[in-house]
């Protein structure tokens, strides 16, 4: 199988120069693409390329991704000198000790000493330098998640495939229940006559044209028809790759209409409990399939 779920959860982790970078990945399911990032400060830029390799792995799903960076971060720390503020200072200890007398000693240690002389600045990082590094935990957090995925669909796929099992053997049930259903309307039909009409005779050719119009109005052949055909094809997108997730909920939703049209047309009770169970596998078939890519 290849079908992918869309919950999944992936973590990746990478190291250089001291500095951990961590990117976690969680996926539910969505009818679109929907990707919500947090990024640390400074790498809004990386954006771009970060959506690109997520729309690679997720098709569709509700994706929030976190990236984050920590450890040693000394080489983007950096010391200014407020020189102005500390001329001032300068400035204001001299008029002090020429006020009142004073010796003075000035020394750089004690100018540094006041508010804001020396001032601690983060520069930013060089993306293009720490992209690959960046891109290889993204890439291990996307590939954990993806294997969630694909372990989930396999067991999705595994479920779908026996509800359709079930659906098809009990079409087959319906199908060989036909003739015998339309042999019991045609006795009900004679008796409901002879008992209407008494001794007067029905004409031949008048019977076999009201049990004709009867037959034809429980012809189930094309419902049954198309139905195998779905159950075929529904069959096929289960092996194929990709998201196939829409086309799942639309084979679904033609599943219903004929089996609509198949429960009316028979409309029997013997065969309705069938009826009903085949749209109770088949809403059970939609749960499922909501949560495929």
Not at 88 to 107: K, M, S
Not at 228 to 237: D, E, T, V, Y
Not at 241 to 260: A, H, S, T, W
Request: charged fraction near 30%.
């Amino acid at each position: 199988m290849a079908i992918k779920s869309m919950t999944g959860f992936g973590r990746g982790e990478n190291t250089s120069g001291g500095r951990v970078w961590t990117a976690e990945v969680r996926c539910v399911n969505n009818r679109y693409l929907d990707l919500k990032m947090k990024l640390p400060r400074g790498y809004t830029p990386l954006e771009e390329r970060i959506r690109r390799k997520v729309g690679i792995t997720c098709q569709r799903g509700r994706i929030e991704l976190l990236l984050s960076v920590s450890g040693d971060v000394s080489d983007l720390q950096e010391v200014k000198v407020h020189l102005a503020l500390a001329s001032g200072y300068r400035d204001a200890l001299q008029t002090l000790a020429e006020e009142f007398a004073l010796p003075l000693v000035i020394t750089p240690q004690l100018l540094a000493s006041f508010p804001e002389v020396l001032l601690r600045e983060q520069k930013d990082e060089d993306l293009e330098e720490i992209w690959p590094w960046v891109e290889n935990a993204l890439d291990e957090a996307l590939l954990q998640c993806d294997i969630m995925r694909l372990q989930e669909g396999d067991a999705l796929a595994y479920d779908l495939q026996s509800r359709l099992q079930f659906f098809s053997a009990t079409i087959d049930t319906i199908e060989k229940n036909i003739p015998e259903l339309l042999a019991q309307r045609t006795l009900t039909l004679n008796e409901r006559l002879e008992k209407l009409l008494g001794n007067v005779q029905l004409d031949p050719a008048r019977l076999v044209q009201e049990v004709a119009i009867m037959a034809d109005k429980t012809d189930v052949t094309e419902e049954i028809v198309r139905l195998r055909c779905h159950i075929k094809q529904f069959n096929l997108f289960l092996s194929e790759e990709g998201g196939v997730g829409r086309k799942l909920d639309f084979l679904i939703q033609e599943f219903l209409r004929e089996v609509n049209t198949l429960a009316s047309k028979i409309n029997d009770a013997t065969l309705a409990h069938l009826t009903v169970d085949l749209k109770s596998e088949l809403e059970k078939m939609r749960e499922q399939v909501q949560n495929i890519e």
